[in-house]
T-cell receptor
Framework: DAKTTQPPSMDCAEGRAANLPCNHS???????VYWYRQIHSQGPQYIIH???NNETNEMASLIITEDRKSSTLILPHATLRDTAVYYC???????????FGKGTRLHILP | DGGITQSPKYLFRKEGQNVTLSCEQN?????MYWYRQDPGQGLRLIYY???????QKGDIAEGYSVSREKKESFPLTVTSAQKNPTAFYLC?????????????FGEGSRLTVL
């Protein structure tokens, strides 16, 4: 079973920041938070991951709460190409498999 | 360029037939995975392999079989025992066996049973 809870869908206006929440209240101290996205009929794409500190790369920022029970993926300036299903995943660094939930379907509105 | 190649992209088969989906990677990755996705659903793990000549069942392995004779290749056979084989199949690999966070996916194979 997936260890995360995400809203099934969200809307965001083009050009605005998209903030996608994820709850992982049972996360253990050595589990990482990973984010992927899947554009329709394509394979999922890795976005970012983190353990405790906030992380930023060219695609997005990841904000993890101090108690690590939740996180937020931020797409700073959403475009229509960011329309996709976003998956939040929790796993150990040396887990032998990844379990995907249903994710959040993000609609970017023109 | 390096990547994961799945073929065929679209496949039709009659009930009772076995079909094999190809997955090849030139990323020199140790671990490879097969997932199934149904419309509006997340991904479900079928089989995975961390090293050559070894593989493990995922959550929905019944009706499927795999082999890992080469590091680069991880074919999936959908057998006639799979009751609802129509789905989107995704192959993935990861750079370090056991450290599976960053998966690289192929473009998928869509299987339709007529």
């Amino acid at each position: 079973d997936a260890k995360t809870t995400q809203p099934p869908s969200m809307d965001c206006a083009e050009g605005r920041a998209a903030n996608l929440p994820c709850n992982h209240s049972t996360i253990s101290g050595n589990e990482y938070v990973y984010w992927y996205r899947q554009i329709h009929s394509q394979g999922p794409q890795y976005i970012i991951h983190g353990l405790k500190n906030n992380e930023t790369n060219e695609m997005a920022s990841l904000i993890i709460t101090e108690d690590r029970k939740s996180s937020t993926l931020i797409l700073p300036h959403a475009t229509l190409r960011d329309t996709a299903v976003y998956y939040c995943i929790v796993l150990l660094y040396r887990d032998d498999k990844i379990i995907f939930g249903k994710g959040t379907r993000l609609h970017i509105l023109p | 360029d390096g990547g994961i190649t799945q073929s065929p992209k679209y496949l039709f088969r009659k009930e009772g037939q076995n079909v094999t989906l190809s997955c090849e990677q030139n990323l020199n990755h140790d671990a490879m995975y097969w997932y199934r996705q149904d419309p509006g659903q997340g991904l479900r793990l079928i089989y995975y392999s961390q090293i050559v000549n070894d593989f493990q069942k995922g959550d929905i392995a019944e009706g499927y079989s795999v082999s890992r004779e080469k590091k680069e290749s991880f074919p999936l056979t959908v057998t006639s025992a799979q009751k609802n084989p129509t789905a989107f199949y995704l192959c993935a690999s990861s750079i370090i066996s056991g450290a599976t966070g960053e998966l690289f996916f192929g473009e998928g194979s869509r299987l339709t049973v007529l």
